[in-house]
């Protein structure tokens, strides 16, 4: 009935007539032909053949635009400026937000075990290690950045100061003590 079966090339009849004749009957008010309805279920299994091959060719597209994307972004990513600045610089920028945040924390009090918990962590270097593992090696690796600790006690519950000792000695860890 079909000359091609290859969702890639447009499908044609291998018989234009039956078509040509379906179309002539639309416009009268002619009877149908006795097969149509076999003609229908052939056209059905046609068209579903024609939809999976669809998909699966769309999902292998769309599979090697994903790859080509992360490509893409990655070589584009090799081209940011902040790759071209020295470690060192990048520790001293560190430095300089981590002691800004600590002077401005300093400014105002605690008022819970989460918010003591944040400080002591150094929760601002937890942030810019989560940025990418450059950033991640050089926070967690350089001491100096750990080498100041705010510690707010004003809980004495067991559990508090459980927290409050993991949390110390994680930080004591990344200082070098």
């Known amino acids: 009935m079909f000359r091609s079966t290859s969702p890639s090339r447009p499908c044609q009849l291998a018989d234009p ?19 149509l309805q076999s003609t229908i279920s052939a056209l059905s299994e046609e068209l579903a053949r024609y939809d999976g091959a669809l998909r699966e060719e769309l999902a292998g597209l769309e599979a090697t635009r994903a790859v080509l994307r992360v490509y893409y972004d990655d070589c584009g990513a090799l081209l940011a400026p902040i790759r071209r600045l020295p470690s060192e610089l990048l520790v001293k920028i560190f430095g300089l937000l981590s002691s800004e945040k600590n002077e401005s924390r300093a400014a105002f009090p605690v008022t819970s075990l989460n918010e003591a918990m944040f400080r002591l962590s150094q929760d601002h270097l937890l942030v810019l290690s989560r940025i990418c593992s450059w950033f991640h090696t050089l926070v967690m690796n350089t001491s100096t950045l750990w080498d100041t600790i705010h510690l707010d006690i004003l809980w004495t519950t067991p559990a508090d100061t459980k927290k409050i000792m993991f949390v110390l000695r994680r930080i004591l860890e990344r200082g070098g003590n």
Not at 17 to 35: G, K, T, V, Y
């Open 17 to 35: 007539a039956p078509s040509l004749r379906i179309r002539e009957l639309l416009r009268s008010n002619s009877q149908p032909p006795d097969n």
